[in-house]
Nanobody, 121 residues
Framework: QVQLVESGGGLVQAGGSLRLSCAIS????????LGWFRQAPGKEREFVAA????????EYADSVKGRFTISGDIDKNTVYLQMNSLKPEDTAVYYC??????????????WGQGTQVTVSS
């Protein structure tokens, strides 16, 4: 069983920054992706960014490209999401997950409990 624990959420003003962390309980398959998703009230969970341990490749949703950066520290089994130039529409519960997919939540097997990010205008 793999456990993921997110941290770093909070309340920030528009234009501000936050860094989310996702600690993973054990080393997962090197080819797996570590993804960040978010879900706002009344909306479906949506893909934000993904990182692959193997090669360090990354993918981003168009809505966050250029503002968010995903990275990983394999020695610490931790993946980060640096969020800059935050907008009120970034307000959501942010989840990290790991699995064989990239953009589809259905392809992720293990999920964290989520961390709330609130961006005030």
């Amino acid at each position: 069983q793999v456990q993921l624990v997110e941290s770093g959420g909070g309340l920030v003003q528009a234009g501000g920054s936050l860094r989310l962390s996702c600690a993973i309980s054990r080393r997962t398959f090197i080819g797996y992706a570590l993804g960040w998703f978010r879900q706002a009230p009344g909306k479906e969970r949506e893909f934000v960014a993904a990182f692959r341990w193997s090669g360090g490749s990354t993918e981003y949703a168009d809505s966050v490209k250029g503002r968010f950066t995903i990275s990983g520290d394999i020695d610490k089994n931790t993946v980060y999401l640096q969020m800059n130039s935050l907008k009120p529409e970034d307000t959501a519960v942010y989840y990290c997950a790991t699995g064989s997919g990239v953009r589809s939540a259905r392809d992720y097997d293990y999920w964290g409990q989520g961390t709330q990010v609130t961006v005030s205008s």
